[in-house]
């Protein structure tokens, strides 16, 4: 539980909070799509996973797909400070840590009880480290705080805790790699609010999106 919470959500909110300070989105972006490829390698390294070829080919296909989206619907050439970028490998491998401690040792436990108890583990600290700062001191001078903390309210909520509970669930009733390839979405799903949007759609977003859903295809197809 504690290695769940930790890998899963603790440490990789503080690695891309501060690797979004120096670096752009887009890169933020491509590289947030290696959690599949870490889930992949500490897979085989650590928990004695089989190497299936087809899976791994399932995995670049999807990368490539995911690069392309996100490369084409980079707004600015800005790149910012490469190095940062560490940090942001480091929460993808910290996801595949997690999902394959969630398959390989929480497998008849409830979601809801795994996500309960792991966030539950490291809030405890992370109230530690807020207290800390001069939360409090925003909190009662700022005219924004409060609907600020709102918004931070149903971003935790929706984003990370009722997610995590379905993705949790979809591990156990998958595989670790097919749940991670769920990153693979995220570029998918941008393209579709861009759209709503009204913002361009060429047609590498297209063959972005087809080479992500073909690459999650091979690599669930049990043959």
Known sequence: MTVVGLAGSFFPA??????????????????????PLF????????????????????VFVGLLGAVLLIAF??????????????????????????TLTVKEHLQ???SITISAVAFLIIGIPGMIILFSTNFMEVLTTSETAWQSLGYIAILSLMGTVAASIFFFKLV??????????VSYLTPVVAVGWGILDGESVTVFH????????LGVYISRNRK
């Open 172 to 181: 156990q009733i998958t595989t670790p790699l097919f749940a991670s390839m």
């Open 39 to 58: 889930t992949l390698l500490i897979g085989i390294l650590f928990f004695k996973a089989p190497t299936v070829w087809m899976k791994i080919i399932g």
């Open 14 to 35: 503080f690695l891309f909070a501060v690797a979004q300070t120096e670096l752009s989105s887009s890169v933020t972006g491509v590289l947030s799509s290696l959690t």
């Open 73 to 98: 619907n980079q707004q600015s050439g800005e790149v910012g400070n490469p190095y940062f970028g560490i940090l942001v490998v480091l929460a993808t491998a910290g996801y595949g840590l997690s």
């Open 108 to 110: 008849d436990m409830s």
């Open 206 to 213: 297209f063959v972005g999106m087809v080479l992500i859903l």
